[in-house]
C-alpha cells in the first residue's frame, strides 16, 4: 500500500540554523510528491512538488527538497530558518484517485 | 478568484444532530475531495468527486455522506454526530489532468461535536 511517513513528530531548531525535515515513502513506482506547510489555525499551503526530472526541487519561502529514489526518500531543507517558520509541516504523495497520502506532520519550533 | 470556500468556519453540534459543511471552487475544476485532520494523524480522504454526478469513498467514509450536483459545489453532510467527528474538514481541488497538478485547500471548518 502506499504510505508517506513522516518520523519526527517534533523538531525545534535555532533561528538562523539550518533546517532538514525528514519524510520517506513507500509506492510502487515514481510518485508525485509534496510539502505543504500549515500555520496554526490555517489552511495548506504547497511549498514545493515533485513529479520527475532534477531531483533537487525548489519552492517557496527558501525552501528545497531532495527526491532520492534509492533512500525512498523526500527531506525538504531550508539553509537558515527565520521565526516566521515556525509551523506545521506535510510531506504527502498522490493517491491512486489523485488523492494526497499525508504523513502525519512535523511540527517546527523556532527558538529565538 | 476566491479559489476553495469552506463554510462555516466552526460549529459546535450536539451528539445525534446532523449538519452539512459547505465546499465551493472557482476554479473550474473536476476533482474534489474532503478531508479530516486529527491531530497527530495528518489528513485522511474521507470522499471524493471526479466530476458533477460522481462520487466515491475515501479512507474514511463512515458516518458521511456527499453529493456533486455542480462542477462548483461538493458539501459533505454529517448524519447522527458523533463525538468521534470531532475533527478540522478541509476541502480540496485540481484540474484533473493526467499531468502534475495541485490541489488547493479551502481553510477548514472546525467541527465539535459534544
Known amino acids: 500500500a502506499q504510505s508517506v511517513t513522516q518520523p519526527d513528530i517534533h523538531i525545534t531548531v535555532s533561528e538562523g540554523a539550518s533546517l532538514e525535515l525528514r519524510c520517506n515513502y513507500s509506492?510502487?513506482?515514481?510518485?508525485?510528491l509534496f510539502w505543504y506547510v500549515q500555520s496554526p489555525g490555517q489552511g495548506l499551503q504547497l511549498l514545493l512538488k515533485?513529479?520527475?526530472?532534477?531531483?533537487l526541487v525548489q519552492g517557496i519561502k527558501g525552501f528545497e527538497a531532495e527526491f532520492k529514489r534509492s533512500q525512498s526518500s523526500f527531506n525538504l531543507r531550508k539553509p537558515s530558518v527565520h521565526w516566521s517558520d515556525a509551523a506545521e509541516y506535510f510531506c504527502?504523495?498522490?493517491?491512486?484517485?489523485?488523492?494526497?497520502?499525508f504523513g502525519k506532520g512535523t511540527k517546527l519550533s523556532v527558538k529565538p | 478568484n476566491a479559489g476553495v470556500t469552506q463554510t462555516p468556519k466552526f460549529r459546535i453540534l450536539k451528539i445525534g444532530q446532523s449538519m452539512t459543511l459547505q465546499c465551493t471552487q472557482d476554479?473550474?475544476?473536476?476533482?474534489m475531495y474532503w478531508y479530516r485532520q486529527d491531530p497527530g494523524m495528518g489528513l485522511k480522504l474521507i470522499y471524493y468527486?471526479?466530476?458533477?454526478?460522481?462520487?466515491d469513498k475515501g479512507e474514511v467514509p463512515n458516518g458521511y455522506n456527499v453529493s456533486r450536483s455542480t462542477t462548483e459545489d461538493f458539501p459533505l453532510r454529517l448524519e447522527l454526530a458523533a463525538p468521534s467527528q470531532t475533527s478540522v474538514y478541509f476541502c480540496?481541488?485540481?484540474?484533473?489532468?493526467?499531468?502534475?497538478?495541485?490541489?488547493?485547500f479551502g481553510p477548514g471548518t472546525r467541527l465539535t461535536v459534544l
Open positions: 480540496a481541488s485540481r484540474r484533473g489532468t493526467s499531468g502534475p497538478d495541485e490541489q488547493f
Open positions: 476554479m473550474n475544476h473536476n476533482y
Open positions: 515533485y513529479f520527475s526530472g532534477d531531483t
Open positions: 504527502a504523495g498522490r493517491g491512486s484517485q489523485g488523492n494526497l497520502i
Open positions: 468527486s471526479v466530476g458533477a454526478g460522481i462520487t
Open positions: 509506492y510502487g513506482a515514481t510518485p508525485y
